[in-house]
């Protein structure tokens, strides 16, 4: 299998789709137990049908962010229900960490897509560890990591969108503005609790 193509109209439609009905709601249910607000979900490359979605549970334990929470829960699946990972799209609704993008690698998928960026990360989140990790550990900048690489190709859904030639692209970007909201809600709500809860990187 190779990688999804990245500006599939009916992907980019799908994904934004299981972001907002599919991870939004069981992370707004996470973020009140004070967890954050990542969350990450599986989909086939062959129909894009959801397998399974996750969010953030670092009240339980601090490595458990959305991907690798994801992880977790993917590998307690039946093993005769769960496909190859080669099979499947890797979607995150934050460009991944470096534990978590090396954790997506060992685990043998060929690609991720994310809705925010590092970018977005720092400047509208206030969560600024995965980039202080980048530059400490690797010296590296927001996103100065290789997005294509021998393992993986990474891109993000709303770069994808901005760059459709499509009749449906606004109707696309007005959900993708509606979805940006619901995490700056859901954002507030954690920063006004994070100084209640015991995780290392708050
Ligand atoms: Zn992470």
């Not at 190859?84 to 998928?109: K, V």
């Amino acid at each position: 299998m190779t990688p999804p193509n990245f500006n599939d109209e009916i992907l980019l439609t799908k994904m934004l789709n299981v972001l907002e009905n599919d991870i939004v709601p069981m992370t707004q249910k996470g973020v009140e137990l004070g967890n954050k607000i990542f969350g990450a979900a599986v989909l086939r490359k062959s129909d894009y049908s959801l397998v399974l979605a996750e969010t953030n549970n670092e009240m339980e334990n601090p490595l458990w962010h959305g991907e690798v929470h994801l992880l977790k829960r993917f590998y307690e699946m039946d093993a005769n229900k769960r496909p190859p990972t080669s099979e499947l799209i890797f979607l995150t609704t934050h460009e991944p960490c470096t534990m978590c993008m090396s954790a997506i690698t060992w685990a043998g998928f060929d690609n991720y897509f994310y809705f925010f960026s590092h970018v977005d990360s720092k400047d509208a989140f206030a969560i600024p560890h995965d980039l202080k990790i980048m530059k400490e550990l690797y010296g590296l900048d927001a996103g100065g990591y290789n997005h294509e690489n021998a393992f993986f190709t990474a891109k993000g859904i709303v770069e994808g969108i901005n760059s459709l030639n499509s009749d449906k692209k606004a109707d696309l970007l007005t959900q993708v503005d509606r979805i940006a909201k619901s995490y700056d809600e859901m954002s507030a709500t954690y920063q006004n609790s994070k100084s209640e809860n015991d995780i290392p990187l708050s």
